[in-house]
């Protein structure tokens, strides 16, 4: 080339070898001189800062720390206090010990019977550790699978009929839709399937059940009323019977919406619309009062039951707009791609579509959990015992009336620790579904 | 635009037989009051190479995506390896099984790997069990050359590895009949060639292929037929020889001046 006489030419014989950053610039002093005190404003709001934060742990670390943890009573709680300290600016936390039964399990739950709700935790906690990871053994989605059942057998009680009639129904549902889906297409193969387990749930179910009951009341338990049950426990079953349920109708609803049938489409936009358009405790009340009156007379509809039909409809309304929105986040080549490959609508939505919508919609549908979870104690308002209910009524007893922040305080931790395991969980669950990266 | 092929190109499998694997007979489209396809009449026998270019608009990916069913024609018949294409979700599901396509944008589903993108179809579609999708699957990215990619996620590749990709992930469904649609227009120039050679293999195998492409010196060697389109219509069909150094209609002597630059 020509340019090779000319001053710009110019040609890198060697490459250069990677330095060391400058002293300053890594650690700890560069962190804090970037984030912290870059420029007089930022130092003054650090400054300030520190103080309000120093001010407040100054004040609530010794009431914390300094409190008594066993006492009967509030009136001898401050006499301790008073002993130890001079005075009584300390918390009681006495009364989560004392009144610890009447906070988890409710004030009417017989407390021969707690067993079974320890035993049901665990297997929760079994039944929902495959689902949440699933470098577990998949074997264990078994017990998940099984573990709806068990639950209600340990905590309504009764003989184990009731429970494995209901479980029959779906069994006899998926075989009829394995015998069905031979000759029809699957729109019908469902409708027969949900046809037998309804006929099996309603008809011939509760009579076989009943005569077995009579005949070989296997395993009996003690039967335990839902205005028995109480506290963390009736929390804890309404939010994960919520949770479990409203994701899968929330994705039937958004795909519902989607839908060019005209009638299913109405359906679901009217469903969505009319449920997120009303306060979740009118539904509570509907459940509570008026639900009975439209169900034909000596049906018998478990009140916890019904609130769990309400908490979840209106969840799910929620989350079927959570999910419409990771379903319009995705291009529309990847339908086409699906479509090209000769997958049909069920198998195109099942592999590709929602697999990627509900991971776009992670943060929503964690959001959702989390304020179902929260809403649980709206039951509260109609008369169930959950956590606050029975905070209500350990302030209106004699031995502790007068006792307000130790209570409160001790459900709120309880819910904060739920809600931020769900966060976290969903924040680790996105990191590791994250396949852009390059 | 067009690509220099250095490597001559094997036409021993390169044979067109007198069986006719596409029918398309006055197909006409409409998108509301839009006229997009008028008129089309096409047959493509088995084994032809046919390259489909015209103007920006002018219908070529509407009449393609036609033949798989991705846009739905109003009038007209279009009969695919002998089955025509109705609103019966059987038929459909059928010709797209043996229909393979790639998008300009590759698609790839980008939650799978890229041994998952194609395994998926013909374990759930042909229902081939795991292990010989998987056989196949690594047969066809050996093909394309991008075996040691496999477990690796479609975000992680090159345009032009993805597109390879894309196009093994449509042969392991065995497809009869394939459809490109501007598959290298989203690419680097560098990455163009990598895609092309991918394409000129599978020619030399003697398969039927329909691409809309701008790639003049892909349709100079490898197409036996070039098919140009403008406003909904074909205007012209003939030979590529022909159809480059001979164009008959004024349009289709303007489109080639452009895009083969002056
Ligand atoms: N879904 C749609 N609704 C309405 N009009 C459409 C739709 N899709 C395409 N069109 C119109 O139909 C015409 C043909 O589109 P098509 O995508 O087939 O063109 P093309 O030849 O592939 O062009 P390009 O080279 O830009 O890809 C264009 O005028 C376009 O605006
Ligand atoms: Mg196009």
């Not at chain 1, 001898?76 to 006495?94: K, M, P, Q, S, V």
């Not at chain 2, 395994?119 to 579609?125: D, G, H, K, S």
């Not at chain 2, 690796?152 to 490109?180: D, E, H, N, T, W």
């Not at chain 2, 001979?246 to 630059?261: A, C, D, H, V």
Request: charged share 15%.
């Amino acid at each position: 080339m020509s340019s090779q006489n000319t001053p710009l030419a110019y040609v890198r014989k060697e490459m250069l070898e990677q330095q060391p950053a400058p002293r300053g610039q890594v650690g700890v002093a560069k962190w804090m001189r970037e984030n912290l005190f870059s420029g007089w404003f930022n130092t003054a709001l650090t400054l300030v800062s520190i103080y309000v934060i120093y001010s407040l742990l100054k004040a609530v670390l010794p009431w914390a720390f300094g409190g008594v943890w066993t006492a009967d009573s509030l009136q001898e709680c401050r006499t301790i206090l008073n002993d130890l300290h001079g005075n009584t600016h300390y918390a009681c936390w006495a009364v989560i010990n004392e009144r610890w039964n009447q906070i988890v399990y409710g004030t009417f739950f017989p407390s021969s019977e707690y067993w079974r709700t320890h035993i049901a935790f665990v297997l929760l906690i079994l039944a929902i550790l495959p689902v949440l990871f699933d470098a577990l053994p998949r074997k264990m989605l078994w017990i998940t699978a099984v573990y709806p059942f068990l639950m209600v057998w340990l905590i309504w009680g009764g003989t184990i009929w009731g429970p494995v009639s209901v479980a029959l129904g779906f069994v006899l549902a998926y075989m009829a839709s394995q015998f069905a889906g031979r000759s029809l297409g699957s729109g019908l193969t469902g409708l027969i399937a949900v046809a037998v387990a309804l006929i099996w749930w309603f008809f011939i179910g509760p009579s076989v059940t009943s005569g077995l009951n009579k005949v070989l009341p296997l395993l009996h338990l003690q039967e335990i009323q839902s205005r028995e049950l109480g506290g963390f426990v009736i929390c804890v079953i309404i939010g994960v019977s919520g949770i479990a349920l409203s994701l899968p109708i929330g994705i039937v609803l958004a795909l519902g919406r989607q839908s060019d049938l005209l009638i299913v489409k109405t359906i679901c936009v009217g469903f969505i619309e009319f449920i997120r358009g009303v306060p979740l405790i009118t539904l509570l009340f509907t459940a509570s009062l008026l639900l009975n009156y439209f169900l034909p007379p000596g049906t018998e509809f478990d009140l916890t039951l019904r609130v769990i039909v309400m908490v979840t409809l209106f969840s799910s309304a929620y989350m079927a707009e959570v999910i419409r929105g990771g379903l319009a986040a995705l291009p529309k080549g990847q339908y086409e791609a699906a479509d090209a490959l000769g997958l049909d609508y069920w198998k195109a939505q099942r592999l590709i579509i929602m697999p990627q919508a509900l991971k776009i919609s992670i943060p929503g549908i964690v959001n959702t959990f989390i304020g179902l979870f929260k809403d649980t104690t709206l039951v509260f308002f109609i008369g169930i015992f959950d956590m606050l209910a029975a905070a209500q009524a350990i302030r209106a007893n004699s031995a502790w009336n007068g006792i307000t922040w130790e209570l409160y305080i001790f459900i709120g931790l309880i819910f904060w620790i739920c809600c931020f395991a769900m966060s976290r969980y969903s924040q680790w669950l996105e990191r590791k579904l994250r396949t852009d990266h390059r | 635009m067009s690509q220099a092929i250095e490597r001559e190109i094997d036409r021993s499998h390169m044979t067109v037989s007198d069986e006719v694997a596409i029918q398309i007979s006055n197909m006409n489209k409409w998108y509301g009051e839009f006229h997009v396809l008028r008129d089309i009449n096409l047959t493509v026998n088995r084994g032809e190479r046919i390259v489909i270019a015209g103007p920006s608009g002018s219908g070529k990916s509407t009449m393609i995506r036609c033949i798989n069913r991705l846009e739905e024609h109003q009038q007209g018949k279009i009969i695919v390896d002998g089955t025509e294409l109705t609103s019966d979700l059987k038929n459909i599901d059928k010709i797209r099984s043996e229909v393979g396509m790639c998008f300009q944008h590759f698609n790839l589903f980008p939650h799978l790997t890229i041994l998952e993108n194609c395994t998926l179809a013909p374990m759930w579609v042909r229902k081939i069990p795991k292990r010989e999708a998987e056989e196949t699957a690594m047969h066809f990215l050996e093909k394309v050359k991008i075996p040691d990619q496999a477990h690796k996620y479609p975000g992680m590749l090159s345009g032009g590895q993805q597109q390879r990709v894309a196009i093994a992930r449509s042969l392991c469904m065995k497809p009869r009949i394939m459809l490109f649609d501007e598959p290298t227009s989203a690419l680097d120039p560098e990455m163009i060639k990598e895609v092309l050679d991918t394409m000129i293999e599978l020619a030399e195998e003697g398969m039927t292929m329909l691409c809309v492409t701008h790639e003049m010196g892909f349709a100079r060697q490898v197409a036996n037929r070039v098919i140009f389109m403008d406003q909904g219509q074909i205007v012209e069909q003939n030979e590529p020889e022909e159809f480059f150094n001979n164009p008959k209609s004024e349009r289709t002597k303007l489109f080639l001046s452009q895009i083969l630059g002056h």
